[in-house]
């Protein structure tokens, strides 16, 4: 007999939350539902990377019924997005901001932390289609060792916070966010805009991916990140690279 799932509610422990999201949404879960635990035993992050997911920190998903699919692309963007207007809201000295397209950013002295990631999901059942946002924030402690500097909302505002103090907050924010996508006068301009806003890398700024170098220009209408090559002058389209801040 498989474990029943209840939707909004923080279970003790579970592999992914992404996991238990998506049976959610096969059940017939609605646009919102979310499920929390306080330890992911298989957590993982975007292009395949382990989400080291020990006990106080946030770990979180929330099923998506968008139904315009083609709108899908701005899911991360917009998750991003909301999940640092509530952040900024409940901490405002924290200054969170993203780093395109799915990682929360701390600054540290001359440079950054990764506070949190997003990592994104499509799936089908029954003929419907729905997209699971997960999303995991520092916020008792980070992980070390993971390349990138990492840090949490009590390294920043030198007090604990717990995952129960910024959840609520998190999920209206993102759903509030994620809203844009139902409506009918949806502008990718008006989304990139606001995007900048909250942007570690804003118009101008020097970055790397893959093996080319150059600066952002903007968002595509896709959500993704347009940038202009520094060796040729060519512009060029970013959708899933991984994508890094050029230091001077």
């Known amino acids: 007999m498989s474990e029943v799932i209840l939707p909004n509610t923080v279970v003790e422990r579970c592999s992914s939350t992404n996991d238990l999201a998506r049976k959610l949404a096969e059940t017939g879960a609605p646009h919102g539902s979310w499920i929390s635990s306080q330890i992911q035993e298989a957590g993982r992050g975007r292009l395949g990377r382990t989400w080291q997911s ?3 920190n946030l770990y979180l998903s929330i099923v998506v019924r968008i139904p ?3 709108l899908w692309t ?5 998750t991003g997005i909301g999940a640092s207007q509530a952040l900024n809201s409940l901490f405002p000295s924290a200054s969170v901001q993203v780093k395109w397209p799915n990682d929360l950013w701390c600054r540290r002295g001359d ?5 949190g990631g997003i990592l994104c999901e499509s799936s089908s059942h029954g003929g419907n289609s729905f ?7 520092n916020c008792e402690s980070h992980p070390e060792g993971i390349g990138q500097p990492a840090t949490s909302l009590s390294e920043v505002l030198q007090r604990r916070i717990s995952p129960d103090e910024v959840r609520s907050a998190v999920v209206d924010g993102i759903l509030e966010s994620l809203e844009k996508l139902n409506s009918k006068d949806f ?3 008006l989304a990139a805009d606001i995007f900048f806003r909250y942007a570690v890398m804003t118009p101008g700024t020097s970055v790397k991916w893959n093996k080319s170098s150059g600066k952002v220009t903007g968002l595509g209408p896709s959500g993704e990140l347009l940038v202009q090559e520094e060796a040729t002058g060519v512009p060029a389209s970013l959708f ?9």
């Open 131 to 137: 997209g699971i946002v997960g999303i995991g924030i």
């Open 74 to 78: 701005w899911i991360p963007i917009l």
């Open 240 to 248: 899933a690279e991984d994508v890094s801040l050029q230091l001077l």
């Open 54 to 56: 020990g006990s106080g």
């Open 68 to 70: 315009e699919t083609r």
């Open 111 to 115: 440079g950054y932390a990764k506070l």
């Open 187 to 189: 502008s990718p301009a």
